[in-house]
């Protein structure tokens, strides 16, 4: 539907959502019998009353009714979006419990491997129950949707905090690695590895804990992982966070890769970047696999030696150098683990818009970088939303109607008549957008036109394990024309052909480097790990 232009056209959409019953609405529109000017002003009503969130009037006045409710849960706003689809802030409709949704992109709904991995992230994190990892509540579908019921943490990701505030002290990052080592030995006794430990992927929360999230690619050290191997993967992870082993082979990882991930995220913590630099995944995958890491203290003097050495050798080339368990790891920062720091302050962890705080506890913001192979790791489809009055689709601000830009607008000038009478609430905490995720050098599009959420799917026939590609426009394979055909000149033929000898003749040398170990001392025995 278009965006409202008129009072009457929001309540009607207002009805239409059923996110208000219609005693309760009719309620608080007797209570204004003055009216309102404009639909901003009865939306701004709407939220100061707390009868809708933020995220409600603004998809509303976007003319957004649909979409709001996923199974049992009523949608408060997106707090999430990454590689594999949104995380939603949801509130169950009987028990009032809120919740984090993961919600599986309908991008990779018909993709076989994308279903099967979030299935098998279910049930993995159905069997846990450690107060440093997030849990998971309930896995559940609505018509097309299929979405995962997760733990919501009222906190903040390691690389939102350190974006916000800076690298944080010695002891209070000692003592954070401590419990996340432990979330690790709680994984590593069940036989998982994370292969995606990164600070996206660590949550800390109001009290201090923290919380390792998003098993999304966990795999077992007993099975082969068919699954991986079966899409063709070779490489999983974050270029800034991956160990060297995790470049050779990542269904052969054990969790000395997972200590590696963290040794890089510990090096973030405290210097405020990764452990190598450069603009290329290239680069950084040669970095990790060659080049030795400048030690934290005399990146940042005031570091602790003993807090560095640690660091260090969890950065190891050779997983044999490395700690070899998570408690091995404990035991070096246990004089860390028994001092706990001061809570995050209320400037480190802003609020969200669904009326509480905190973070997605299922997703990863940075989302996968699209696989050479574009088997598992390509990002949302860029496909636009229409006008289909889902609330779960989105447009950019930039994409709004003029009627909506200059509703939106409206939300902050002062309200009229009745409703300018009532005091103005405080100022909500502000959420600023989440800070670009090391690595990635895009920005997620939104979910695509053709995502129902839950709406009665028309029949169809079934759809292929793999999403067909787009018809390619070019030139036609056979021509009829005889006219002669523009070629390039022989000298920049012959650049091309000697660039490309070049480029596969380093490729080749490398991976030799690679497999027999002259790698500056990487493992010739491939022990892969992926984010």
Not at 250 to 257: E, L, N, P
């Amino acid at each position: 539907m278009p965006a409202p232009t008129s009072v009457d056209e929001l309540a009607h959409l207002v009805r239409k959502s059923l996110l208000l019953e219609p005693a309760k609405f009719d309620a608080f529109l007797a209570s204004h019998p003055h009216g309102f000017d404009t639909p901003a002003g009865l939306a701004y009503r709407l939220h100061a009353d707390g009868l809708l969130t933020p995220f409600h009037t603004g998809q509303l006045l976007r003319g957004k009714h649909k979409g709001f409710f996923l199974g049992r849960y009523k949608i408060l706003d997106r707090i999430g979006l990454g590689g594999m689809g949104q995380v939603f802030l949801a509130e169950h409709a009987t028990m009032k419990r809120r919740a984090a949704l993961k919600v599986l992109s309908p991008d990779r709904v018909d993709n076989a491997y994308s279903r099967e991995r979030f299935l098998r992230e279910a049930r993995t994190a159905a069997k846990l129950d450690h107060p440093n990892l997030v849990r998971a509540f309930d896995f559940d579908q609505d018509g097309e949707v299929i979405f995962l019921v997760m733990e919501f943490v009222d906190g903040v990701s390691f690389h939102d905090l350190v974006a916000r505030a800076g690298p944080l002290g010695p002891d209070r990052v000692g003592h954070y690695l401590h419990q996340a080592a432990a979330g690790l030995g709680y994984l590593h006794a069940y036989g998982l590895v994370h292969r995606d430990i990164k600070p996206a992927n660590i949550l800390v929360d109001r009290q201090g804990v923290v919380k390792i999230l998003d098993l999304g690619l966990v795999r077992s050290e007993v099975d082969q992982d068919n699954l991986t191997r079966g899409e063709g993967v070779k490489i999983l992870g974050t270029a800034d966070f991956l160990a060297p082993e995790q470049a050779i082979d990542c269904s052969k990882v054990d969790v000395r890769a997972d200590i590696y991930g963290l040794g890089a995220t510990a090096y973030y913590l405290l210097t405020g970047r990764p452990p190598f630099g450069g603009d290329q995944i290239a680069q950084k995958l040669i970095a990790h696999q060659m080049k030795a890491v400048v030690p934290v203290h005399e990146v940042r003097p005031d570091v602790p030696a003993e807090l560095s050495a640690v660091v260090t050798r969890m950065l190891a080339k050779k997983p044999a150098d490395r700690y070899q368990t998570p408690a091995e790891l404990m035991t070096a920062l246990a004089s860390w683990g028994a001092r706990p720091p001061a809570a995050p302050t209320e400037e480190e962890i802003p609020a969200v818009s669904g009326g509480g705080h905190g973070h997605a506890a299922a997703v990863n913001l940075a989302g996968p970088r699209p696989s050479r192979s574009g088997a598992s790791g390509s990002a949302i489809s860029a496909s636009q939303t229409n006008g289909s009055g889902s609330a779960i689709k989105y447009y950019s601000d930039s994409k709004l109607t003029a009627a909506s830009q200059s509703a939106a607008a409206a939300l902050a000038q002062p309200l009229s008549h009745a409703a300018a009478d009532t005091p103005k609430p405080a100022a909500t905490a502000f959420t600023p957008p989440p800070p670009k995720p090391l690595g990635a050098g895009y920005a997620p599009p939104p979910l695509p036109a053709s995502a129902t959420h839950g709406a009665k799917p028309s029949a169809a026939p079934a759809a292929p394990p793999f999403p067909a590609r787009p018809p390619v426009e070019g030139p036609k394979l056979f021509e009829t024309d005889d006219s002669p055909r523009p070629s390039a000149p022989r000298s920049a033929r012959r650049v091309a052909v000697g660039v490309a000898v070049g480029v596969a003749v380093a490729a080749a040398t490398w991976m030799v480097m690679v497999k027999t170990g002259f790698a500056a001392g990487s493992d010739p025995v491939p022990a892969a790990v992926a984010p």
